[in-house]
Nanobody, 124 residues
């Protein structure tokens, strides 16, 4: 399966962006889709993930109440709506996938397939 992430950009603090991830070559219902981010000099960290089959979700504490992950199985697309963005949200955002039977995970090394990343920059 190949993943295509899009939707990044430059936004002012307090603004919003919506990221999209499309798993081509696979049906969303069979996958968990995770969003991760990596800022310069920092380790890659989990942001959120969602089960393509039952919609269960996970959020990192740093984004709870600001970010919302959702899925549209008809469009085979997962969205990450990011509101109230802060400068510390600046990073390259990646979507990744693992089989839905493996369950949700916040660990990057448990996701075998990764997209190319999209830059999110939040100015103060």
């Amino acid at each position: 399966v190949q993943l295509q992430a899009s939707g990044g950009g430059l936004v002012q603090s307090g603004g919003s962006l919506r990221l999209s991830c499309v798993p081509s070559g696979g049906t969303l219902a069979y996958y968990v889709i995770g969003w991760f981010r990596q800022a310069p000099g920092k380790e890659r960290e989990a942001v959120s993930c969602i089960s393509g089959s039952d919609g269960r979700t996970y959020y990192a504490d740093s984004v709870k109440g600001r970010f919302t992950i959702s899925r549209d199985n008809a469009k085979n697309t997962v969205y990450l709506q990011m509101n109230s963005l802060k400068p510390e949200d600046t990073a390259v955002y990646y979507c990744a996938t693992r089989p839905v039977v493996a369950g949700l995970s916040a660990l990057p090394n448990e996701y075998p397939y990764w997209g190319q990343g999209t830059q999110v920059t939040v100015s103060s």
